[in-house]
């Protein structure tokens, strides 16, 4: 189930963009350059430490609150002001703000690592299918690392080389860091396996994953009429025989039911007892796991940095199932008093009932499916919960979003039809037919919100459909401090600036 992230080795790490000591130090215990790059062990190894960059701080902690808390689904109430101000808030005065300035270290160091592999794997004697593979994966994750700077801080500079510590580049404008996803997307698609023969490449990147992600990265730009191609492999082409929803809503954010068959693409988390750091060079004394759930973990249990707007569970009350139930992803998407219809007296929160941990009036909400309620009843900073990026709910849901924007709305009911029936709702066909392009798409946003929530979608589906900005106050108050044309964007760190003087802040900042 976690093969992957127990061969995760490390290439070697020198400087990138940032002044971080961890970037700028030569190991002694590690091969240099010269001597490293020269067998398919070596270019596979170089691989796994792009994957590596996961289980780093930025992002298997910082990254997904992130994004879940500067959308209107959720908002950090920390003691820790500093982030509860950044985080949701949009008020980040100091632009060097650690857990923020971590996801964009760690998505360089991503990209220095792919950019290592691309530079060197070509020139190695090995099997040309394998060889193949490794630079479809190094195109892929150095694409991903530049989709979140992209969606994130929008107008970053393009590294695509391994970098020196002279090296000073420009601030790159977010449509031509698109244009460069898409480029080194189209080659991970000609690289990448539709499926891996075993067991111990679970977590790989596929087809598949860079399929989807292109898809993504098409629909943020507009280019609809482009993202039918990859989501049309997905869903009716030869993805059609690899993916498809799993029956139970709940197992696609549990520990045994990792790595399934809605799985897209998923990173990779296991518990290493001996680490003492989450500084993954410290190789094997790091931590594999990742320390989202503490942080997102109801309190008494984690320390609550990122709770749930509670609006959002009228949105899932707004429809009964078929057999006149609540909407089965209510539970399995938040901790609340309610998460048991019974209330708070039947609704267990790690061992105790949610009246004996906050009473039986609390109004409060945690983001569930990232949690470990449902094998133990502590969390901790090495949880093994895999973080799904991409499911093939999303797929679906992408397509069907892509089909209505190109006056094709009846093709794409059937693609929510089978998201609604999973969680036991009568087919949209039926309950809302003949929709016309602009009701589609708002149904698709209720759809999407109920599927999807806590998941990290939440800031790119706003962003893409037009929707952030103060007017979201009214369901998220952070949101009266939003200034359009500055908070879309993330501000570029200052020690970059600092570094760098041919990087540019971004507007308002």
């Avoid at 590596?52 to 879940?68: D, E, Q």
């Amino acid at each position: 189930m976690k093969k992957l992230a127990k061969y995760i080795l490390m290439a070697s790490v020198v400087g990138v963009l940032s002044c971080d000591p961890n970037l700028d130090i030569t190991n002694p215990n590690q091969p240099t350059v010269e001597v490293f790059w020269q067998n398919a062990t070596d270019a596979e190894q170089g691989v796994n430490a792009i994957y590596s960059t996961f289980a780093r701080g930025g992002f298997s902690r910082w990254m997904p609150m992130l994004y879940i808390t500067r959308s209107d689904e959720g908002y950090s109430g920390s003691p820790w002001s500093d982030l509860a101000n950044a985080f949701g808030g949009f008020i980040q005065p100091d632009y060097n703000f650690g857990p923020v300035i971590d996801v964009w270290r760690d998505c360089y160091i991503g990209i220095f690592r792919a950019n290592q592999v691309l530079d060197n794997v070509p020139d190695i004697e090995m099997n040309q299918d394998l060889k193949n593979r490794l630079l479809g994966e190094a195109y892929f994750l150095r694409a991903y690392y530049y989709y979140n700077l992209a969606l994130l801080w929008g107008n970053v500079p393009l590294m695509l080389e391994t970098s020196k510590p002279t090296d000073l580049p420009p601030t790159s404008s977010q449509a031509e860091v698109w244009a460069q996803i898409e480029s080194d997307l189209a080659l991970a698609i000609s690289g990448l396996p539709v499926r891996y023969g075993s067991n111990s490449d679970l977590g790989r990147a596929t087809k598949g994953a860079a399929n989807a992600l292109l898809a993504k990265v098409l629909m943020q730009q507009g280019k609809n009429l482009e993202a039918e191609q990859p989501l049309q492999w997905l869903v009716t082409g030869e993805g059609a025989s690899v993916y498809n929803l799993v029956p139970n809503y709940r197992d696609n954010f549990v520990i045994d039911t990792e790595n399934n068959i809605e799985s897209v693409f998923e990173w990779q988390f296991t518990i290493n007892p001996t680490e003492v750091t989450d500084d993954d060079v410290a190789t094997p004394n790091h931590n594999y796991g990742t320390s989202i759930s503490q942080f997102l973990a109801p309190p008494g249990i984690g320390w609550s940095d990122a709770e749930a707007r509670t609006w959002i569970i009228n949105e899932f009350l707004q429809e009964q199932t078929t057999t006149g139930d609540r909407d089965l992803r209510l539970a399995a998407s938040l901790l609340f008093s309610n998460t048991d219809e019974r209330g708070p007296d039947f609704t267990m929160v790690y061992g105790q009932t949610f009246t004996q941990r906050y009473g039986p009036e609390n109004p409060r909400a945690w983001f569930r499916k990232f949690l470990n309620d449902h094998w133990r009843n502590e969390e901790g900073y090495r949880s093994p919960n895999n973080y799904r990026f991409i499911r093939y709910a999303d797929v679906l849901l992408m397509y069907a979003e892509v089909l209505n924007e190109n006056g094709k709305t009846a093709e794409a009911y059937p693609l929510v039809d089978r998201v609604r029936q999973r969680a036991g709702l009568a087919p949209l066909s039926q309950t809302r037919p003949g929709l016309n392009k602009t009701q589609f798409l708002e149904q698709l946003k209720h759809e999407r919100l109920l599927e999807l929530m806590g998941e990290g979608h939440r800031w790119a589906d706003l962003v893409r459909w037009g929707d952030v900005g103060p007017g979201l106050a009214q369901r998220d108050p952070g949101f009266n401090n939003f200034q359009v044309g500055r908070h879309e964007f993330l501000p570029i760190p200052q020690r970059d600036l600092d570094i760098n003087k041919s990087l540019s802040q971004n507007p308002g900042w």
